[in-house]
């Protein structure tokens, strides 16, 4: 069994930063691509970030490129999403998910993602 715990959101301001950590536990960790979702109010949960389960691969949704970086810590088990230049289209329930299988290329379907955090909520005011 996997658990996931997500830390670090709140209000901010426009233009302002949060960190957003994601804490795992149960089985290996080292060798699953790992992701931050989103899902504002009445719209669908989407992709944010990705990192690859070697560290070595990460990717972002365009909407958060060059903004936002994420990172993993393979022997502390967390991941963690730096968010930058936040902006009032970023508020959201912010989820950490883990792929259901090892060893794989990174994909950004939710389908794939069968570990999740219970959210984290990031308000950005304008």
């Known amino acids: 069994q996997v658990q996931l715990v997500e830390s670090g959101g709140g209000l901010v301001q426009a233009g302002g930063s949060l960190r957003l950590s994601c804490a795992a536990s149960?089985?290996?960790?080292?060798?699953?691509?790992m992701a931050w979702f989103r899902q504002a109010p009445g719209k669908e949960r989407e992709f944010v970030a990705g990192i690859s389960w070697s560290g070595d691969s990460t990717y972002y949704a365009d909407s958060v490129k060059g903004r936002f970086t994420i990172s993993r810590d393979n022997a502390k088990k967390t991941v963690s999403l730096q968010m930058f230049s936040l902006k009032s289209e970023d508020t959201a329930v912010y989820y950490c998910?883990?792929?259901?299988?090892?060893?794989?290329?990174?994909?950004?379907?939710?389908?794939?993602?069968?570990?999740w955090g219970q959210g984290t909520q990031v308000t950005v005011s304008s």
């Open positions: 149960g089985r290996s960790f080292s060798g699953y691509n």
């Open positions: 998910a883990q792929d259901s299988f090892s060893l794989v290329n990174m994909v950004v379907s939710t389908r794939r993602y069968g570990y």
